[in-house]
């Protein structure tokens, strides 16, 4: 891979970072605080979170992504 394919890639890279960043931030904003299932427990000075239907949403979707994109 020579330099300058180099150079897009991380640019492509660093695109989609932020858009990932500014859709959080959004979602963050609207009150976006998981999916039902997600796994919380809170006890008096502690908290554990668990997203758990989150990862498999998240995994869902990157699959269709990269198979959408990944074939040629």
Request: hydrophobic share 55%; charged share 15%.
């Amino acid at each position: 891979m020579d330099i300058q394919t180099f150079g897009k890639w991380i640019l492509i890279t660093g695109a989609l970072l932020m858009v990932v960043g500014v859709t959080l931030l959004l979602a963050g904003k609207l009150g976006f605080r998981g999916f039902p299932g997600d796994i919380r427990v809170e006890r008096e000075g502690m908290g554990i979170y668990f997203p758990v239907v989150t990862c498999i949403v998240i995994s869902i979707i990157l699959t269709v992504v990269i198979n959408l994109f990944g074939r040629k």
